[in-house]
C-alpha cells in the first residue's frame, strides 16, 4: 500500500510514478532481487573490488587497468539490493568485508550474514570531513592492512566512489559538497540545475579519482583480484517498459544501464589458500554477529575525521547516508 504522501507525490512528480510501475514491472510486483543476476560467491576469486554505481560502459571507456575485462549482470540496481542478495543469511567466514559504505551497517540485523570480520572504513576513521565521503586512498590502506592481518581470507573491498558526492574537478566546481539536499529525484523538476552532461563529467572524473588507487591495490593483494560493482547508474536514459527518464539507481530497475557491472580479472602470482573460520593470521575469530567492529588497523590517517566510537551509532549512520545522497 501507498501512502497519502507518497500518492501525492507522484501525481506532482509524474516521473515517480512512471518509476513504480517500472518497478512493478522489473520485479514481477513482488521479487526483491534481480533473479537473472549473478551471485558473487559462485564466481572465482580472491579479492573482489567493488565499484559503488559503476555501469559497465562508463568503466570500459575510462580504464587502463591491467586485466581481462568482462561484464556480468548484478542482481541489484541499489546497494542493499545487493547485500541482501549476496549476503543475507550466509556463513561467510572465509571473507572479510572492508566497506566504505554505511549501508551494511545499517541493514545487518535483517541480513544476518556471518563474515570473519567486517571493517566499516567510514566508522573507523575513515571518513573525509570535507569531501564527506571515504576517499579510495583510505580504502586502500584498510584494505592493505586486512590482507596482511587475514592472508587466508577472501577480501571484499567495497569503494565509494564513483557514487555521489561528487571529488572530482567538475563536481567541485559545480556541487556544493555542504549541501545535504542533493537528490537524484531533483532532476525530475523543471528547476534542476545540472545538464545530463554535467553529470555524466562528474561521475567520469569520480571513477577518473578511484582507478589509481584501484590499480594500486590491485598489485599489492596477493592472487586472482577481480573488480566490479554492486550495480551501474543512470543519468537520464529511457528506463522501460514506460520510456521515462530515470536517474540514480532507485532500487527494482533492472534497466542495462543499472544492472550491466563490469568484471576485470588480474592475476597476481599464487592464489591465495582460503580458509574457513579462524585465521593463521591472528589469534581469534571475528565475525559479524560480534557487536562491535574491528579496531582501525591504520595508526596514521591523513586528511580524515578521528575515530566515531562515542557518537551515537544511529545519529551517524543518517550523518553518513545523507552524505551520500541516500536520505
Known amino acids: 500500500m501507498y501512502t497519502l504522501s507518497q500518492l501525492k507525490r507522484a501525481v506532482e512528480t509524474p516521473n515517480l510514478l512512471f518509476r513504480e510501475v517500472n518497478r512493478l514491472y522489473h520485479t ?3 521479487s526483491s532481487y534481480n533473479r537473472n543476476g549473478i ?6 576469486w580472491d579479492n573482489l573490488l567493488i565499484l559503488d554505481a559503476c555501469r559497465y560502459d562508463m568503466f570500459r571507456d575510462q580504464h587502463t587497468l591491467p586485466g581481462r575485462l568482462e561484464s556480468r ?29 554505511p549501508m551494511y551497517y545499517r541493514n545487518k540485523d535483517d541480513l544476518n550474514a556471518r563474515f570473519h570480520d567486517v571493517v566499516e572504513v567510514w566508522k573507523e576513521g575513515g571518513w573525509h570531513g570535507s569531501y564527506r565521503t571515504v576517499m579510495p586512498e583510505t580504502m586502500v590502506e584498510f584494505a592493505e592492512a586486512a590482507a ?14 564513483p557514487h555521489y558526492p561528487f571529488v ?25 540545475a545540472f545538464s545530463d552532461e554535467l553529470l555524466w563529467q562528474a561521475f567520469c572524473e569520480n571513477l577518473d579519482v578511484a582507478l589509481p588507487h584501484v590499480e594500486e591495490l590491485m598489485h ?11 550495480h551501474g547508474q543512470m543519468i537520464g536514459e529511457r528506463s522501460r517498459p514506460l520510456p521515462s527518464k530515470e536517474y540514480g539507481h532507485p532500487p527494482g530497475t533492472y534497466t542495462k ?7 576485470l580479472v588480474f592475476e597476481n602470482g599464487q592464489r591465495k589458500e582460503i580458509r574457513h573460520g579462524e585465521s593463521k593470521g591472528v589469534q581469534s575469530d571475528h565475525t559479524a554477529e560480534d557487536d562491535e567492529t574491528t579496531e582501525s588497523p591504520v595508526d596514521v590517517m591523513p586528511a580524515s575525521e578521528p575515530d566515531d566510537g562515542d557518537a551515537d551509532d544511529e545519529d551517524l549512520v543518517k550523518d553518513r547516508l545523507e552524505s551520500l545522497g541516500y536520505l
Request: proline share 4%.
Open 257 to 263: 544501464q543499472l544492472t550491466k557491472v563490469p568484471w
Open 168 to 192: 572530482g574537478p567538475t563536481g567541485v566546481e559545480h556541487f556544493d559538497l555542504d549541501d545535504l539536499a542533493f537528490e537524484w529525484d531533483g532532476a525530475f523538476e523543471d528547476d534542476f
Open 148 to 161: 596482511e592481518r587475514y592472508p587466508d581470507k577472501r577480501l571484499i573491498v567495497h569503494f565509494l566512489q
Open 28 to 30: 514481477r510486483a513482488n
Open 39 to 44: 551471485d558473487i560467491f559462485a564466481e572465482d
Open 73 to 101: 549482470i548484478s542482481q541489484a540496481s541499489h546497494t542493499s539490493e545487493f547485500l541482501k542478495s549476496n549476503f543475507a543469511g550466509r556463513d561467510l567466514r572465509d571473507t572479510v568485508y572492508v566497506t566504505a559504505s
Open 220 to 230: 599489492a593483494l596477493p592472487g586472482r583480484t577481480v573488480v566490479s560493482a554492486d
